[in-house]
């Protein structure tokens, strides 16, 4: 079924797909669709990366892992952020995104010999980084069970290591969730997504050894803000539309 809104914007119908063949494809467009939600999250991560960063209790040289790294949106933010020697190791489910980041990073002098890309798969790990100071993991864990999500991310982190996190604000992910219009078909592309609440995440995480190392902060689109962000955030004036915060293993 076609809803109002996209009918009116003259989509041809919605297509569900797994989370990798629909990365896969928005790869191509991720950075230039005008999507509100990331315009958000990298205002926001100008105060959290540096704050998570400041936080780090473990010496240098540190290893960051950022899950689910994408077009490398906030790789490059956290390579300008860390200290020189940090090895940063970027994790993506879809290899277009990696490609992307790939290409974006490479033209950065200073990412010579600092990034690693690595494929990975949450659902179905392999071999993952093990022992790492900390994790970014940035409007991700929508698309994953939080009985998946905080079992890997723990066992990635060392005792005392972080993990920022942040999400799709589950008031909006219970209207809508991730995807985008492929310009080739028309059609709205939309990937496996859930509703996680703060109480959710906060639940699960302690379940696995993490606790908040200060309280989520939330997000809502208002009148004062939503012209910022872009055209498609105006319909979401008034709606809780994202959260994020820093937990740390125990």
């Known amino acids: 079924m076609v809803s109002t809104n996209e009918a009116m914007s003259g989509m041809s119908g919605v297509r569900y797909l797994d989370t990798a063949s629909a990365y896969d494809l928005w790869a191509e467009v991720y950075d230039t669709d005008a999507n509100f939600l990331q315009a958000l999250d990298t205002i926001e ?5 540096p704050r998570v960063l400041s936080k780090l209790k473990s010496p240098t040289p540190w290893r960051v892992v950022d899950l689910g790294c994408g077009t490398g949106r906030n790789t490059g933010h956290l390579l300008a952020a860390a200290p020189a020697n940090t090895n940063i190791i970027a994790l993506d489910l879809s290899p277009k995104m990696l490609d992307v980041a790939r290409n974006r990073l490479s033209q950065l002098q200073e990412s010579q010999g600092r990034i690693t890309f690595q494929g990975f798969n949450i659902l179905q790990p392999t071999a993952s980084p093990q022992g790492v100071d900390a ?10 069970p939080l009985s998946v999500y905080f079992p890997a991310v723990a066992g990635m982190l060392k005792k005392g290591g972080l993990l920022l996190l942040t999400n799709m604000h589950s008031d909006m992910g219970k209207i809508s969730q991730a995807g985008f219009v492929d310009p080739k078909t028309g059609e709205k592309i939309r990937p496996q997504s859930y509703a996680h609440s703060i109480d959710d995440i906060m639940a699960e995480a302690l379940a696995n050894g993490l606790e908040a190392v200060d309280a989520f902060e939330e997000r809502m689109v208002t009148e004062e803000n939503y012209l910022s962000l872009g055209p498609r955030a105006k319909k979401w004036v008034g709606v809780k539309v994202w959260y994020g915060g820093i937990l740390r293993k125990m």
């Open 45 to 49: 991560m100008r105060i959290l990366l």
């Open 135 to 144: 994790i970014i993991s940035t409007l991700v864990v929508e698309h994953t």
